[in-house]
């Protein structure tokens, strides 16, 4: 047991990003340390960011802890009963005071970049309005006639049904109607709220901005995986501010043609059924996906 503890301690010590590496992609997994994975640009070079930092935080304290007990040892009263009466050493006050300075520059420099970066926003590809309400979300495709989703947090019962189908449906994150998104596409999202200030987050996408009443803030992903992803207000909004999730399902250019054409003929029940195929297919059930549209008619 020592040996395992020891062993966990210096691979999260030596290597932060391959130590948490094993991460859910789209949600968190039970157990799990880190972020989730990055399935955007941003959301890769943030993480890059936070493996640097952690590697730095490490590193100090290690210095600091070395440095202690080495004077604990080095000038305690047993082995130094004459204490020294220094008071300044140049040499020593001019590194301390320069090297937390370049540790500064050496964290602010990425800083700066990732923030330049999630604040450039590409032409985008498809542009999705957000609305906040207590306490679900409703979104708005503004590109295709403005059709509305409103999303809801699935019951248990609910879960385990579509569970009973294949479908993978976490519970608390699950939703009746999630958001479709097209992969390797620019996604401008516009965020309001109809009430109080939530908070559109997507941790994969590294996506997270807040929902003002009466004013559009905004964010941008471009998923490079496909899947289904999560998120959650991440803006205490009140009553039920842990049962509004959001879930944004990325899939092929054909699938979101075809889907959106569904929603334009406001055919609901065929969207559903293309959703439901596409998702058995994303969980490896490709056999019983092909089924899911017959079965359900």
């Known amino acids: 047991m020592p040996q ?51 590697i730095v935080i490490i590193a100090i304290a290690i210095f600091v802890l070395i440095l202690m007990l ?20 140049t040499l020593l006050e001019v590194a301390w005071t320069v090297i937390p300075i370049l540790i500064l520059v050496l964290i602010a420099i990425p ?13 985008p590809d498809l542009t999705i309005k957000a609305i906040g309400n207590a306490w679900f979300w409703e979104h708005e495709y503004p590109d295709y006639g403005n059709f509305n989703i409103t999303s809801n947090m699935l019951t248990d019962e609910e ?26 596409k620019v996604v401008h999202v516009l965020v309001t709220s109809n009430d109080v200030i939530h908070n559109w987050t997507v941790q994969s996408f590294a996506s997270k901005v807040d929902a003002v009443p009466g004013r559009i803030t905004s964010t941008w992903f471009q998923a490079e995986k496909e899947g289904m992803f999560y998120g959650q207000c991440s803006e205490l909004c009140g009553l039920n501010h842990a049962f509004m999730p959001i879930a944004v399902r990325v899939v092929s250019d054909g699938v979101f043609n075809e889907w959106i054409g569904a929603m334009q003929a406001k055919d609901r029940k065929k969207a559903r059924e293309i959703l439901d195929k596409v998702a058995l297919e994303q969980a490896g059930i490709k056999a019983v996906a092909e089924n899911a549209p017959s079965q359900a008619r």
């Not at 210096?10 to 948490?20: H, K, N, Y």
């Not at 080495?70 to 047993?78: A, G, I, L, Q």
């Not at 800083?111 to 032409?123: D, E």
């Not at 993978?168 to 994150?173: D, I, K, Q």
Request: zero cysteines.
């Open 111 to 123: 800083s700066f970049k990732l923030l330049m970066n999630q604040y450039t926003y590409p032409k």
């Open 159 to 184: 879960v385990a049904a579509r569970e009973q189908k294949g479908i993978p449906s976490p519970r608390l994150l699950s939703v009746d109607n999630e958001i479709v998104v097209p992969v390797n």
């Open 4 to 54: 395992t503890a020891l062993a966990g301690l210096l691979a999260l010590l030596l290597a932060p990003g391959a130590a948490m590496a094993a991460n859910g992609l789209g949600h968190s997994l039970p157990g799990q340390m880190g972020l989730q994975e990055a399935a955007t640009p941003i959301a890769r070079e943030l993480h890059a960011f936070y493996d640097l930092t952690n």
């Open 70 to 89: 080495y004077v604990m040892f080095r000038f305690n009263e047993k082995r130094n009963p004459t204490p020294s009466t220094t008071t300044h050493h």
